[in-house]
């Protein structure tokens, strides 16, 4: 950095005191301290958020003291970096739910800043404007400060705060569950990124053993010969949907469970590796046919993490049978690098749920009638919050049931997508009287309000322990499976109740579509673990599995 314009004083400031200074210079290095404090209290609500602000504080003055050896600049520098934090944490948890995550920055990608600036189209101007405020600000600081510190000694007390962090953060992780409260913005970021390197460290992004015995055969293109015509697949990503009917006391419409039922009458449990929000773990499950959980503390960015380099799935295993793949998504493809994951997973081309499933028909149309198609249908209808009333225009004579006022919006909102269901169903047959479809339907996850009604006497942090132990009655919603002009085919993995990685499985089976050798060995570990994946032996299958693919080459760089 260029030499500032007045040098100041140095060691002769001690002798002169600090009346010769100058109350705005003194100003200028305390200012950014105390508005640190006050954002400590504001943000971070008990001793041991607290203490971890104080310790990154810590780091992140003396990182830019080494640096520059001022403390007004780096103080003021530190503060800004803090604000800036604080305010993309809250932009996140307005999307997603959740606080910013020190793993944000170790796959920070492009989809994600071409998703902020497209749904603020003024956050570039921002950003522009206020790089003008701080850059002059900070050249100002630059020249008021008096006071110049030793590098040694900046650097000394740099680590010391760090280590105090690591040990901290290890005596007392943080809750994964935390990370869904608005609040503790730096200190859980800090705390994260301890863990989140710690488990780099330990085993990269993926789970999986070191070492396998066996090997996956790579599958030859022209291997793929069914028996017989081959449907077109169509999978439904059912939004928040689950039979709530396993809370205890909740009133139901006449015939409500019916839109869960499969073509043979029977329900069927899905259980999904999520509950309340993140829909793209379901996303990574029932495109890749593998497991988030795999992923630990870095499970939130599956989809990201897994672009590019999971390259395995039930679009690519249609493909490989002559079949075209479509996914109609519900949101900006650059969400949580949407469009780059289903690309990656074998997808060709990436309101009310009645507008997708009309496109749908619509693109079913246009499809050439002798190539097979497989279509992603994304619903959306469902999604939170549930305490406005979506589109009152619709549905106007349905009653309410007598429940809390989200439970019965969520129910009359269930109820549309029954509705809408039916109707594309009576099109399916309507515009295609001849040609063979297999439909599977499954709730991605529980709504965020379902612990409160499946165990209303519990308080945030036991809801928080069931979560973290993945409670079924946490996790289960539905599976489906109907056909036109098609005898779904019987297999033994066609089971009651599956995790949510084995749907690909279960889709092929039923549409009597060769597996490729991956799916042949995941159906031997569906059938070994009763339609357990992760969960079975505490994981040592799914990071067998793991190893398999990444030696086969359909896992890379994880």
Known sequence: MAPAPNPGPTASVAATGLAAIGIWRLLAVAAPHLAALAVMFQTEVDFSSRAGFLMSWGIL???????????????????????????????KHDIVQMTANFVDLMVIDRDTAAFLFTIFPNLRWSVIGAALVIIPSMYALWWLDPFRIRRLPAVACKLACLAALVGYSFAWPDEAWRGYYDDGYLSKFSRSGVTAVSDFIKYGFMESDAVAAERLKVPLLDSCHPVGRRPNIIMIHDESSFDIRQAAGIKVTAGYGSHFKSFDGKERKFLAESN???????????????SSRSFGRFSYFVTRIASGRVERGLPLALRR???????????????????????????????????FYDKALQLMSQAPPATPQFMFVYLAANHFPWETRFRPDLMPFWRKP?????????LRRQAMSADDYGAFIAGLKKKFPAQPFLIVRYGDHQPEFSPHVLDPGLDEAGVGKKLENYDPRYYATYYAIDAI???PVQSPAVMDTIDGPYLPLVIQEAAGIPLDPSFEEQKSIMLRCK????????????????????????????
Not at 277 to 290: H, Q, R
Not at 402 to 410: H, I, L, Q, R
């Open 402 to 410: 007598g429940n809390e006022p989200v439970v019965d919006e969520y």
């Open 276 to 290: 309340g929000g993140p829909s793209w773990f379901t996303e990574y499950n029932v495109l890749a046919g593998l």
């Open 61 to 91: 003055n003396f990182f830019w003291i080494a640096l520059l050896r001022r403390p007004a600049l780096s103080g003021a520098l530190s503060l800004t970096l803090v604000v800036v934090l604080i305010l993309l944490s809250r932009l």
């Open 321 to 355: 049978c002559g079949y075209d793949t479509t996914s109609l998504y519900p949101a900006y493809g650059a969400f949580m690098s949407a469009r780059s994951f289903q690309t990656t997973t074998g997808i060709q081309d990436v309101e009310p749920d009645g507008f």
């Open 531 to 558: 339609g357990l994946f992760y969960a079975c032996k505490d994981g040592a299958e799914a990071r067998r599995f793991n190893r398999l693919l990444i030696d086969a080459g359909f896992v890379k760089n994880l």
């Open 485 to 487: 002009n098609f005898e």
